[in-house]
């Protein structure tokens, strides 16, 4: 305990943290990590500081998310019964408005076009990493570029400058769900998909706001007796508006929708989305979206997966066909081929063919840290007996 925290007046707080042993840099770094869960970001560590003192010292009570935040921590409510009711009326404290405060608006305020630009390169860049290498590589950088971004949305004032940045935090916070979904983190991946939802509509971005949404769909896809909920929000946000979006994100939708009702076994409107899919991609797709690539090969692979999924006679077919014509540089996308592949084997009692492609598909998904390709090849293997 330090000479400051004994010097605390006995809050019900202030008790918690000495009987932890915990700093208050301890305590801030567990707030954050709670808030961050939630897809929420706390202000600077300076800032906390002074209002975590106040709070142990009952100068001012936290409000409602805070003291929700402290709940999870400590496994205690504390506020709620007015034993550490403030000592002072809540008048504003001039020493929290401090220049931390300042420099944030200041450094907001310096964001232009260029910055933006950059800015959104470095997600572009991210993304890359992550469809060649994984995850695993990037999923903490992605994090962090994240709350940057959003920590500059946050204090952003200029309406044009707020529309900007929040294209650029709904990208960067779809591309973080998608990574955290990999790693076998659904709570995040959702908390991050609604970041980028509310940075999207704030945006105005159509094509943002529906990519973001279905994709988190496939949070969906990963638990049990949730199928058709996904494939009702991927149709939700297909159509909400699908005369304002691209042509080959409306192609990416059909396909979501598509691998959606094949995981629900509905066969039927799955063959009507991969067939719609087919019908309204534009053939060359490069560069239109950033955070979209659907060429021909990405279709065959999707195809392959749906007709492995319902048991299709020419699923082994499909898939030896879109595992030809694969762009390498996708790799988490290639262990899920293989994985496709070996399932349609399994179904015609090929084992030693099978196993070829899991222990590609398996070495493929240790490299690249995807525990949730590892977590179906697991499944994979323990029918192969």
Known sequence: MTAAQDALPRTRLAVAMN???W?????????????????????SDGTMTSQLSRWARGVHKPDAFHRSLFREILHEDLFNDGDDRPTTENKPDPELLDDDFLT???????????????????TDALRQQDRRCGARLVIQKTAAHLLHVENLLQYSVAP???????????????????????????????????IAK????????????????????????????????????????????????????????????????????????C???????????????????????????????????????????????????????HDGAFIRARAGLLCDLATGLLAHDEHEAANVHLAEAKR???RIGSVRQQHRIRALQERVG
């Open 271 to 325: 063959m009507r989305a991969l067939e719609a899919a087919d019908r309204v991609h534009p053939g060359e797709t490069e560069g239109e979206l950033p955070y979209l690539s659907l060429s021909g090969s990405h279709l065959a692979r999707w195809r392959g997966h749906c007709l492995t999924r319902l048991g299709e006679p020419d699923a082994v077919a499909t898939c030896q066909h879109a595992l030809n014509e």
């Open 160 to 194: 044009a400058s707020r529309r900007n940045l929040a294209r650029v935090v709904a990208d960067t916070a779809a591309l973080a769900a998608w990574q955290s979904l990999d790693a076998g983190d659904q709570s995040l991946a959702w908390a991050r998909f609604e």
């Open 198 to 269: 509310t940075a999207a509509r704030e945006a105005g971005d159509h094509a943002l706001l529906a990519f973001a949404g279905a994709e988190q769909a496939y949070v969906l896809l990963d638990v049990a007796g949730s199928k058709h909920d996904a494939i009702e929000i991927i149709r939700s946000h297909h159509y909400a508006t699908p005369m304002r979006l691209p042509a080959a994100l409306r192609s990416w939708l059909f396909s979501a929708e598509a691998e959606a009702s094949a995981a629900a076994g509905s066969r039927n409107d």
């Open 19 to 21: 009987a932890r042993g």
């Open 104 to 122: 944030q608006i200041e450094n907001a305020a310096a964001v232009d076009n260029g910055l933006v630009h950059e800015l959104q390169s470095h």
């Open 364 to 366: 493929l998904a240790a």
């Open 23 to 43: 700093s208050q840099a301890d305590v801030i770094r567990r707030l954050r990590h709670a808030a961050e869960l939630r897809g929420r970001q706390l202000p």
